[in-house]
């Protein structure tokens, strides 16, 4: 079946790739994977015949020539994107344009390195009675974002922050967010490469963030007080709340 399948590498470790996933790769024609961020180690999963391309080196019109010529072979092309291809995978483009050619695609979902962070933090990003609300985004650099989405605008919800793609702009991001409202005792992390051998946190607040290390790539900076010590205990678990499974006790 000459289809490309969109699969999200997950964040590094080659295991935290989905079984589905490494299927795909075991059974592909050729591969396209982002070999800026993706972890070469999952290429073994490929076999010997396997044609592989680093797409960290090709342009949008080279990746879907790849893609076409592999369809007209009648061969299965697996583009491997780094985490979850949904987040800042550039992949609607990419499916725009296979849709024009007549190309079947499919996408197979991976986990991303926003989860991992909280993993390597040992965090919960919604924690009761501290923040309810995720906020996935990215300071404003050679890339503009929306206007409203500017970190100061989105600092006044005062939900947990991960921040993509910022790791080399922690100034601007630490005054942009204090500038939002947010207080500069606000926890804060960087979490470098998270899952791979290489994982560091560096912990600290939202007025130091610029000091806690000296990373500039492949890096996730995390905003809130959910890294603080306080919160509320869940209701789901309360000896006194009733659920669908059990009666709460006065």
């Known amino acids: 079946m000459n ?9 590094g470790a080659p295991d935290l790739i989905t079984l589905r996933g490494k299927t795909l790769l075991e059974r592909a024609g ?9 972890n070469p180690a999952l290429l073994e999963y490929a076999q010997e ?3 592989i391309h680093n797409s960290a080196e090709m342009t949008l ?8 010529a592999a369809a007209e072979k009648g061969k299965e092309t697996v583009r491997l994107h780094t985490g979850d291809p949904s987040i800042y995978g550039a992949i609607r483009e990419q499916m725009d344009r296979l849709r024009a050619l007549n190309i079947g695609y499919d996408i197979c979902p991976g986990v991303s390195s926003f989860c ?4 390597a933090l040992e965090a919960e990003y919604t924690l009761p009675g501290v923040s309810q609300t995720l906020i996935i985004t990215r300071a404003e650099g050679r890339t503009a974002v929306p206007e409203g989405e500017q970190l100061a605008a989105l600092a006044g919800h005062r939900a947990t922050m991960v921040l993509f793609l910022s790791a080399g702009m922690l100034d601007k991001v630490s005054r942009e967010l204090i500038a939002g409202g947010l207080p500069p005792e606000t926890p804060a992390a960087i979490v470098y490469k998270a899952s791979w051998p290489e994982e560091r946190v560096f ?12 990373v500039e790539k492949t890096a996730l900076v995390v905003v809130g007080n959910i890294l603080g010590d306080d919160y509320e205990l869940s209701r789901l678990y309360a000896s006194d709340f009733t659920t669908g499974f059990r009666e709460g006790q006065p």
């Open 30 to 38: 050729v591969i396209i994977y982002a070999g800026s961020l993706v």
């Open 49 to 51: 015949t396997c044609e």
């Open 61 to 68: 019109d080279e990746v879907i020539r790849v893609m076409a």
């Open 116 to 119: 991992a962070a909280a993993a």
């Open 3 to 11: 289809r490309v399948h969109f699969v999200g590498a997950g964040p």
């Open 203 to 214: 912990r600290g607040t939202l007025g130091n963030l610029s000091t806690l290390g000296d």
